[in-house]
């Protein structure tokens, strides 16, 4: 055995010794009576500033997976036994402790060659959590849902106070970068990991604040005070423009609304703003043709939330972080050289948000109990409006983005025609899952679980579908 391997294995047995003394403290602690919220975040906070020093103490990702594999498997083991009920105590279901292994090892094997970014990351999770949920445990008194689960705005604030000082402290003291950008720059990912803790359930804010954090900070550190400026005044135009219609038209409950926020930033801020053309349009033709069904028909007052929101986005979500990702993260090869150069993406995202808005009009007029001819006319007439409303969007965004494949003119009809055929695709596909699981009118709230991966899983399919032939006709197959 090598010196190195030595010392690197005595390091390790020392970080698992740190943990294994946290977790008896707590158990010690738990004793004494305190809430199990309190112990359970004390072994957040503790743990959490063990892992910060990570990338200083332990030089190779495989040791950090052997920590976190055993340090997994025991939160796993003493739960399914009953045991540590310091961190396990608490009422509400959560997965958090055993995503939080999971997500220091990514951010080690991601950021150990950027520490300050890994140490940002970490710091929001542990402190600006922390912070949140005890704060707004004791003194939230404007909460709002999430799902199964409740918040509060109060601890929300101080997520984003605390989110706040925890990147713009170590960026400010640790780095060189431009100290107006710093302010930015943590004004921005503050309120972007607020809304991502916001909405998330079940513990996985543990994985998706730190990996999202890491993540806006490879893309914003870059960037110049000016143009971090001028994405932070997009992203509050956004907020307002959504909270505008959320409130106007009442069709998003707050979770809902803070989802659709993080997608429009998302596209704007990956692709630009010809790529918020089509899903404005579509969630406008949406509130709008919501609010003339209930008044025309009295379908029902549901309120959509994260989940639902989620299935919606996720599928166009992918479709702009793929392209981002080819044109400015990836060195494809030269004969793939169509992925990195313009938007290939677009047009196949234009068509999912068309195919999106057609299946939740539909399914809007199951709900409404239409029968007969007046059913069948609506549903033929919000198909046809869906791709009348939407596609013009995508031509009018086709004409911002004349990408490398030929003339504007030509990328026009290109975007217009896999515009309509996704939508075409997807609606035949969820015809299908319909039948086959046996899906009619369910309820009158919003879609169930059950049509909601029905619609994802049809919208995915017809993209899937399309893209291989709009990458044959791309050369790139």
């Known amino acids: 055995m090598t010196p190195e391997l030595t010392t690197e294995l005595l390091r390790a047995a020392a970080v698992g010794a740190a943990f294994l003394a946290i977790f008896g403290l707590a158990e010690l602690w738990r004793g004494f009576g305190p809430p199990p919220e309190w112990t359970r975040k004390f072994v957040h906070v503790a743990g959490g500033l063990v892992a910060a020093s990570l990338p200083w103490v332990l030089d190779h990702h495989w040791t950090v997976l052997g920590l976190g594999l055993a340090l997994g498997g025991l939160l796993w083991w003493t739960r399914r036994m009953g045991w540590l009920q310091s961190v396990h105590g608490v009422e509400r279901t959560t997965e958090g402790g055993l995503h939080f292994p999971l997500a220091i090892y990514l951010l080690f094997l991601l950021a150990a060659h950027e520490p300050v970014f890994y140490l940002v990351s970490v710091l929001v999770l542990v402190v600006a959590d922390t912070a949140a949920a005890i704060l707004g445990s ?109 409130w106007r038209f009442r069709f998003l409950r707050m979770s809902g609304a803070l989802a659709l926020m993080l997608f429009m930033y998302g596209a704007w801020s990956l692709g630009g703003p010809a790529w918020v053309v089509a899903p404005v349009v579509a969630m406008l033709a949406f509130a709008g043709f919501r609010g003339w069904l209930q008044d025309t028909a009295a ?138 699981l046996g899906m009619g009118p369910h309820g009158t709230g919003a879609p169930g679980l059950q049509v909601l991966r029905a619609q994802t899983a049809s919208v995915g399919m017809a993209t899937l579908l399309v893209l291989g032939v709009h990458f044959w006709r791309l050369g790139l197959l």
């Open 138 to 246: 004791a003194y939230g008194r404007a909460t709002y849902e999430v799902e199964e689960d409740r918040r509060s705005l109060e601890g929300s604030t101080v997520f984003f106070l605390m989110a706040f000082l925890s990147i713009h402290l170590p960026l400010l003291l640790l780095t060189e970068l431009d100290r107006g950008a710093v302010v930015l720059i943590s004004v921005q990912l503050a309120l972007l990991v607020t809304f991502f803790e916001a909405i998330s359930v079940r513990g996985i804010d543990n994985l998706v604040v730190p990996l999202g954090t890491l993540y806006l900070l490879v893309k914003l550190t870059p960037q110049d005070a000016a143009a971090i400026g001028a994405q932070l005044a997009a992203q509050l135009v956004i907020i307002a423009v959504i909270a505008l219609v959320a």
């Open 299 to 436: 379908a029902p007052d549901a309120r959509y939330q994260v989940l639902a929101l989620f299935h919606v986005a996720i599928v166009a979500g992918l479709l702009f972080i793929a392209n981002n990702t080819f044109r400015t993260l990836v060195q494809v090869p030269e004969r793939w050289a169509a992925l990195g150069d313009g938007d290939p993406f677009y047009p196949l995202y234009v068509g999912a948000v068309a195919a999106h808005l057609a299946l939740l009009g539909w399914v809007l007029m199951d709900r409404a109990a239409l029968a007969g001819w007046k059913r069948r006319r609506l549903v033929g007439g919000a198909f046809v409006g869906t791709l009348l409303v939407v596609v013009p969007a995508g031509i009018l965004a086709g004409v911002l983005l004349p990408g490398a494949e030929g003339a504007r003119g030509a990328q026009v009809w290109i975007h217009a025609g896999v515009g309509s055929v996704i939508p075409l695709v997807s609606v035949a596909l969820f015809a299908g899952f319909r039948r086959w």
